[in-house]
């Protein structure tokens, strides 16, 4: 494939993707949605935040671990307790992030 035609694809893509990203916004637009479809879309970001974190959690090393030996399981399992405590963003990823960092040390020195 030449540069020209990669750059054609491209952008062919992004115009494919954008056009159709919009058509649902303009039809929306329009449309007034019921309650429950309106409830439900508030829930989206937490089923994508979910779909995302979740599996990190369990495949940490590439195959399915739900041990305590799991240190990816064990910092999220805390890292969720306080952002359920607390509400706190930047507490949470601090609390997870340092409890990830001192889980592998702990592990590092047995």
Known sequence: MTGT???LAVIGM???TYALRISFIALLARMELP???NEAL???PAAVLAALVFPAFF???GTIDASLANEHLLAGALATVVAWRTRNVLLTMGVGMAALVALRA???AF
């Open 5 to 7: 035609a990669l750059w």
């Open 14 to 16: 992004g115009v494919a």
């Open 35 to 37: 309650r429950v479809f």
């Open 42 to 44: 508030g829930l989206v």
């Open 59 to 61: 495949r940490a090393g």
């Open 106 to 108: 702990m592990g590092q």
